[in-house]
Structures are given as structure tokens and as C-alpha cells.
Nanobody
Framework: QVQLVESGGGFVQPGGSVRLSCVAS????????MGWFRQAPGKEREFVGG????????VYADSVKGRFTISRDNAKNMVYLQMNSLKPEDTAVYYC?????????????????WGQGTQVTVSS
């Protein structure tokens, strides 16, 4: 019903910044809470941050608070993840997800639609 495509990943040095984008197609996501998740090598997928349908509530994992910022532009059907002060442990495949409900959830199983992910590698 909805397709999500992430972009903006790549190689970045520690302390650097990168902005990930997620564009949705198929239908409007203006009523969907959106989430960002990541999966590092050898680890399970984990919650990074989420944003409610209106942008009125935003939540982050403790590991990224103060460094990452989620925003959305419903007119463009897009969600963003600004990543600053990157650390090697931020290296992961980053996924955009749509919940198909209004409120933010930190649980990956509550998100119905997923992108294919974009690789972010933080290394010298």
C-alpha cells in the first residue's frame, strides 16, 4: 500500500554529520507515525527515533539523544533523520518505517511498512 525508500547514507568520519531522507509513495503518510530503526553488524534491529503523525511528539533512543533529530514534511511525504556527532557505534543499516497509526511506537513489530534500508558507516 505504501512504499518507503531511504537515501543519504554513506561513509562518514567520526564526529561528522549526515542527513537521511525517507520518501513515501503509494499514499499519503500524513496520518502515520513514522520511525527510524537501525541494525548494526551482528546485532538485532533497534529503535532509533520516532515522530507522531503531526510531528507533535518525537521520541529518541537514549543512545542518540542530543545528537540525532527527526523531522517530517507531510506535504512532501518525507521524513528525515539528521545525524550529528557520529560515532563508530552508529554504524548500521538505517531503516524508515510507517506505523499506519497516529501515535509513536518504539516497537518494530507495530510498524507495517518498511524501506530497504541505507548503510551508514562511521569510520576513520
Amino acid at each position: 500500500q505504501v512504499q518507503l525508500v531511504e537515501s543519504g547514507g554513506g561513509f562518514v568520519q567520526p564526529g561528522g554529520s549526515v542527513r537521511l531522507s525517507c520518501v513515501a509513495s503509494g499514499r499519503s503518510i500524513s496520518s502515520d507515525a513514522m520511525g527510524w530503526f537501525r541494525q548494526a553488524p551482528g546485532k538485532e534491529r533497534e529503535f532509533v527515533g520516532g515522530i507522531s503523525w503531526s510531528g507533535g511528539r518525537i521520541v529518541y533512543a537514549d543512545s542518540v539523544k542530543g545528537r540525532f533529530t527527526i523531522s517530517r514534511d507531510n506535504a512532501k511525504n518525507m521524513v528525515y533523520l539528521q545525524m550529528n556527532s557520529l560515532k563508530p557505534e552508529d554504524t548500521a543499516v538505517y531503516y524508515c518505517a510507517a506505523r499506519s497509526r497516529n501515535g509513536v511506537s518504539t516497537k518494530q513489530y507495530e510498524y507495517l511498512y518498511w524501506g530497504q534500508g541505507t548503510q551508514v558507516t562511521v569510520s576513520s
